[in-house]
């Protein structure tokens, strides 16, 4: 069975719980996911396939996704990719939340030389337990909503996708 790799930068974990519910969906549709932190990932050789995320901190990807991203460029052209950003709070389409926000600016003509099969936004989680004092700050003066705006059903839905674009393509 061909491997796909979930691979995810995360600051405070909900883009890896993301990254884990994908590598879920995927092992339930019948495919073998291995999910890993991007800067843990190692050789692509052994996956056919590669979906990569990472938490969005304003409009950048974490260091350690975009190191990826930008180290296994020619790789990931060479297989079927789909990236995926999470960070806006709030209810609602997250690229409205994002102010139509899709994809890091810098990393843009990276992505356009691989040529994902899809870019999905998912809304995030804003915890302030877990934020810095800055976070914090940050948060009060733009009002933020805070709390988990993740969806379950949309970032399954958009797993159940690869998972069917995949099979489509081995049969």
């Known amino acids: ?13 909900a883009t890896a719980e993301i990254a884990e519910k994908i ?47 930008e180290a296994n460029a ?22 409205l939340l ?14 356009d030389s691989i040529e994902p099969r899809d870019t999905a936004v998912f809304s995030g989680v804003m915890d302030l337990d877990k934020a810095s004092f800055f976070e914090k700050l940050i948060v009060k003066l733009i009002k933020a909503p805070v709390g988990d705006f993740r969806d379950w059903d949309a970032i399954t839905a958009w797993a159940q996708a690869i998972a069917g674009a995949l099979k489509e393509e081995a049969a």
């Open 23 to 69: 590598g879920q969906v995927l092992d339930q549709e019948g495919l073998a996911a291995k999910v890993l932190p991007a800067d843990r990932a190692g050789d692509l050789t052994p996956y056919h396939a590669v979906v990569l995320g990472s938490a969005v901190y304003i409009g950048q990807w974490r260091k350690e996704a975009a190191t990826f991203l």
């Open 1 to 13: 069975m061909e491997q796909v790799l979930v691979a995810y930068g995360t600051k405070y974990g």
């Open 74 to 95: 020619q790789q990931l052209a060479e297989r079927p990719v789909w990236l995926f950003s999470s960070g806006p709070t709030g209810k609602g389409d997250p690229v």
């Open 98 to 111: 994002g102010k139509g926000w899709a994809f890091p600016e810098g990393l843009q003509s990276i992505a």
